[in-house]
């Protein structure tokens, strides 16, 4: 749905830059002018520790939680109907879900290889439960909430036996979220045997929405600005080296999404988001986050534009020296590679794809045209 929204000066200005800044990593390291090609931090670790790449998909669910904790209390306030506000919750849920289903069917739409988890459907699914539980709840049942799927999470992987590999076991081949996912998704997954937005992992990926209620709520609540910060920032610290320290016991893996991920990578959140409404919310210096600001507002729109946009020209194709290759390929290739060289060649690619998408979001942010589902 578009519609032109007035800026409101209540409007945490921060919450936006984080968003704009989360999405804008997600095109970097999600659209690299060859795979061949990418620094390590650019990359996701191969299985158990993490990269800043492997923070980005827990803090696009975090910001998700922060911005339900706002807009659903607004809504509260402003009296509108409980029919009314679980229908809206029920529809942008399946409206994210069927987009994520989209993106993967463009262009041959062959329903038999179908993945039918994906990013937007993880998205789709930890906010409309995080939506009912927050709507249901309050701060404290939402931290015995959080605690306790963290916690069943672990006995889960630890304690049920996968057939012909026993219980407890961790690694790629064996553990118990890709066998479930094989048993009831099987020719639908990422990969024959594992998805990383599988459905059991989705349980510790909702933990991760909550926590970003429970920032939502500390935010909203009137206190003064230093007080926010301190919060933000004490118990960002807090769950980042709790995470950490758990990690010998529970390795971090984003691949999992286990509970010290979700620890390591909210406490993580805590502190950016810290960051960011210390000086543009705190400070009022707001200049430098203006890119961040236009992606931010419209997030959900330069994330699906730019995906198809570059799995298009990973498709379509031209001819050089006799043969057809992709338009991306050929960008890189003839182009980029030969004036910057393998590595920023590579990293030049989705640089110019999120240049290309700010001057496309840049006249709607202008004129506050900002596309919500």
Not at 100 to 119: A, Q
Not at 161 to 182: K, M, Q, R, S, W
Request: include cysteine; aromatic fraction near 14%; hydrophobic fraction near 50%.
């Amino acid at each position: 749905m578009t519609g032109q929204i007035p800026m409101n000066s209540a409007r945490l200005a921060s919450l936006d830059v984080f968003r704009g800044m989360t999405i804008a990593l997600m095109i970097l390291v999600n659209n690299p002018g060859s795979w061949k090609y990418v620094y390590a931090p650019l990359r996701h670790a191969k299985w158990h520790g993490w990269t800043p790449t492997d923070l980005v998909f827990p803090f696009f669910l975090f910001i998700v939680g922060v911005s339900l904790s706002f807009s659903l209390s607004r809504r509260n306030t402003q009296g509108a109907g409980s029919f009314q506000l679980y229908f809206k919750i029920f529809q942008r849920s399946v409206i994210l879900f069927a987009l994520g289903l989209l993106l993967r069917l463009i262009p041959y739409f062959d329903f038999s290889t179908l993945r039918i988890p994906g990013v937007l459907q993880r998205i789709a699914i930890c906010y409309l439960l995080a939506s009912l539980i927050f709507l249901k709840t309050g701060t404290k049942a939402r931290i015995l909430i959080s605690a306790g799927c963290l916690v069943a999470y672990w006995l889960i992987l630890k304690f049920i036996p996968v057939p012909g590999f026993g219980a407890g076991v961790l690694e790629l081949e064996g553990n118990l979220c890709g066998y479930i996912d094989t048993q009831l998704l099987s020719g639908h997954l990422y990969t024959p045997n594992f998805d990383p937005e599988g459905i059991l992992s989705t349980l510790p990926a909702l933990v991760t929405t909550l926590l970003g209620t429970l920032a939502g709520d500390w935010l909203r609540f009137s206190r003064s600005k230093r007080l926010k910060t301190f919060g933000l920032f004490s118990v960002g610290i807090l769950l980042t080296v709790l995470g950490l320290w758990l990690h010998r016991f529970f390795p971090i893996n984003k691949q999992l999404w286990t509970s010290t991920f979700v620890l390591f990578t909210a406490g993580a959140a805590l502190l950016v988001l810290g960051l960011c409404y210390t000086i543009v919310d705190g400070l009022g210096i707001k200049k430098w986050a203006y890119p961040f600001l236009v992606f931010g507002t419209n997030a959900i729109t330069v994330y699906v534009g730019s995906s198809l946009m570059a799995k298009m020209l990973g498709i379509a194709k031209v001819s050089s020296g006799g043969k057809a290759i992709p338009i991306k390929a050929y960008i890189h290739e003839m182009f980029l590679r030969p004036v910057a060289g393998d590595f920023i060649g590579s990293l030049l690619f989705p640089l110019l794809l999120l240049t290309f998408w700010f001057f496309i979001l840049w006249p709607m942010y202008n004129k506050r045209i900002f596309i919500k589902i």
